[in-house]
């Protein structure tokens, strides 16, 4: 059996199916090249056919990365096809179908026999391999399925060409124990996961419902699964998913109990956190492992002095080994273009020349409003460069009368197709200062959307700080987040909620020019 466990990331998939979370295509290459440079062995982009949107930024990440894109895609033909078709320029597709196994799901989700769902899974399979693509099979909800139906379903499906087989903890309801049990009778079981010519990888796939998705995912490993699917942060439906910077680090620190490899770039752990927080609005928790901010921190008096003596008597892995900053570059008016790019790719971020260029700009504006830029601003201004394709209204003035009759002006610029430039001004009347703004807002695009959220916060301490503004809004049954800074507080929400307006009409024109296009029926 190999030394190695293949890293499966599903962040762009499951972990965008967290409540709130929709990412553009822009955004989804921006965390697909971070997850390229920190050595997942496979990044699952999306559902090709939930949505046009999801196709293309599919499409697009296949497009840009050269390890394995994985697509998922029910046991049914239309899922198949569409998955083909948006792993196209794939240098490595992988096709990920998958049908439910348990008693529960086949009586009250499927309404099939299980005779019945194990023709749906094989024709998938053999269906799936015919597109030239790496298969993977998962058999949803396998910890609450029949095991000797699961051992036929895995036999069937390896004889129809599957090169994975997948037993997800679904709703995270399994033991340890429970756990690593049905592995080991699995691969004792079904000889494909044992031969001695291109053995089928066994993986898994556990969510965080009762709080053991890293522990049944280590616990996996250990019985013999040799590919883990995690997400960045733990992010993913309902309580989340493995996090992947736990599931890593904690095969590094205990190589005494695994013994066994990754291809994680673990000094690339932390930026790569920190990009996908600043993208998706998910805050990491200050007290997250391994990448929070207060991982590496200690206020008792014993553990300071134990640390100031030896780092080891209270910290089991280094700041260092999971890329946590510890000195840093400061960033002024007078820094120059080059100290600018490494602070930036040290972030996370991956811009061209054009884009470096609007950054450098914006950067400089920012630092001559204050004496240094934190990391917190740069990431805050980054995020605005990684959505900026979005754009279909820029703002460009505003004026705000305060008080209990607040008043609000906008004039907007907003980008025809055509490249030609139209200037709208628009005023309403608001219950504050804010709500004023994001009704003359509304008003100038013509869209009524329902805020969900509003989080306002500063970048960094001090007087010289910046509001930092994220509003998530909901528009039909489709969630969309914006975020803005600047020095005055209402300039910064109406950025936020701007941006996210203009992610409603990118996802409206992409429908329109859909229509008659590909099918996604």
């Known amino acids: 059996m190999t030394s190695k466990v293949e890293i499966f990331d599903t962040t762009l998939r ?50 840009e990365v050269g390890c394995r894109v994985a697509a998922l895609a029910r046991a049914v033909p239309k899922d198949i096809e569409a998955a083909a078709r948006a792993l196209e320029n794939a240098k490595s597709p992988v096709i ?3 049908i439910a196994s348990s008693p529960i799901h086949m009586k009250h989700k499927l309404h099939l026999e299980p005779d019945a769902v194990l023709k749906k ?27 000797e139906f699961l051992k036929e379903m895995a036999i069937a499906v390896i004889e129809a060409g599957a090169d994975v087989v997948n037993i997800p903890d679904t709703v995270g309801y399994t033991m340890p124990w429970e756990y690593e049990k049905l592995i080991q009778y699995l691969i004792g079981n079904v000889p494909g996961f044992t031969r001695e010519k291109d053995p089928v990888i066994l993986s898994v796939h556990c969510h965080n419902d009762l709080g053991l998705a890293v522990c049944n995912s280590l616990t996996a490993v250990k019985a013999g699964a040799r590919q883990v699917e995690v997400t960045i942060n733990g992010i993913g439906e309902r309580a989340g998913n493995a996090a992947l910077e736990e599931v890593v680090m904690a095969l590094n620190v205990r190589k005494d109990q695994y013994q066994l490899e990754t291809d994680i770039v673990t000094t690339r752990l932390y930026q790569t956190s920190r990009l996908v927080s600043s993208l998706t609005g ?3 928790p200050k007290n997250k492992a391994v990448i929070g901010e207060n991982a590496f921190a200690h206020e008792s008096g014993i553990h300071q002095d134990g640390v100031l003596k030896e780092r080891s008597t209270y910290e089991i892995m280094t700041p260092e080994s999971v ?9 002024g008016k007078h820094s120059g273009r080059h100290a600018f790019k490494k602070r930036v790719e040290e ?7 054009a884009e470096l260029e609007r950054a450098f ?4 504006a920012l630092a001559d409003r204050k004496k240094t830029v934190d990391d917190k601003d740069l990431e805050a201004m980054l995020f605005a460069e990684a959505t900026e394709s979005v754009a279909t209204f820029e703002l460009v003035n505003m004026q705000v009368l305060s008080g209990e009759d607040a008043m609000a002006l906008v004039k907007l610029k907003r980008l025809e197709e055509n490249g030609d430039e139209k200037l709208i ?7 504050g200062a804010v709500d004023s703004v994001y009704k003359a807002l509304e008003r100038a695009v013509g869209l009524e959307v329902r805020l969900l959220e509003y989080q306002i916060g500063a970048t960094t301490h001090g007087t010289d700080s910046f509001g930092e503004v994220m509003v998530r809004i909901q528009c039909g049954d489709q969630t969309y987040l914006g975020r803005g800074v600047h020095s005055d507080v209402v300039r910064a929400s109406a950025e936020a909620y701007l941006q996210a307006l203009n992610k409603v009409l990118l996802e409206q024109r992409q429908d329109r020019s859909e229509k008659g296009g590909t099918d996604f029926s």
């Open 361 to 364: 700009a914006r950067f400089i």
């Open 425 to 431: 001004v628009e005023a309403a009347a608001g219950e």
């Open 282 to 284: 998910y805050p990491v």
């Open 347 to 353: 972030l996370g971020y991956t811009l061209d020349e």
């Open 323 to 331: 890329g946590y900053p510890k000195s840093r570059i400061v960033l």
């Open 96 to 98: 990920h179908t998958f």
């Open 14 to 63: 499951d972990g965008e199916q967290s409540p709130g979370i929709n990412l553009n295509a822009k955004e989804k290459v921006e965390i697909a090249k971070a997850l390229e440079r920190l050595g997942v062995t496979t990044i699952e982009a999306g559902f090709p056919v939930a949505s046009p949107g999801d196709f293309e930024g599919v499409r697009a990440v296949a497009s």
């Open 121 to 147: 899974a094989v024709e998938a399979v053999v269906l799936a391999k015919k597109s030239g693509a790496r298969v993977e099979f998962s058999a949803e909800d396998a910890t609450r399925s029949d095991w």
